[in-house]
């Protein structure tokens, strides 16, 4: 017995879509990370070369304390007074 076509692409769409939200929820559900846990990230990467990892270490961590705004590294840095 076969398959409706509809059926499979409504089958493989939800089972690609799973780990997707499955990872978004425990991501909601996990504790905040803390100054002392970004700043170890920020310092492998660092060591490791990653720029991509420590930009990234850095706007999460600009994002998700509350007195910080959401600063984006794509944006030239603003010259201090």
């Given at each position: 017995?076969?398959?409706?076509?509809?059926?499979?692409?409504?089958?493989?769409?939800?089972?690609?879509?799973f780990?997707?939200?499955a990872a978004?929820?425990a991501r909601?559900?996990?504790p905040?990370?803390?100054?002392a846990?970004?700043?170890?990230?920020?310092?492998q990467?660092?060591?490791?070369?990653?720029r991509e990892?420590?930009?990234?270490?850095?706007r999460?961590?600009?994002?998700?304390?509350?007195?910080a705004?959401?600063?984006?590294l794509?944006?030239?840095?603003?010259?201090l007074?």
């Amino acid at each position: 017995m076969a398959i409706p076509a509809q059926d499979m692409d409504d089958l493989v769409t939800a089972l690609c879509r799973f780990p997707l939200e499955a990872a978004d929820l425990a991501r909601k559900l996990a504790p905040a990370p803390s100054l002392a846990a970004a700043l170890e990230t920020l310092r492998q990467a660092t060591f490791l070369r990653d720029r991509e990892s420590a930009r990234a270490t850095l706007r999460d961590t600009s994002c998700k304390w509350p007195a910080a705004t959401c600063y984006s590294l794509s944006r030239p840095p603003v010259p201090l007074p």
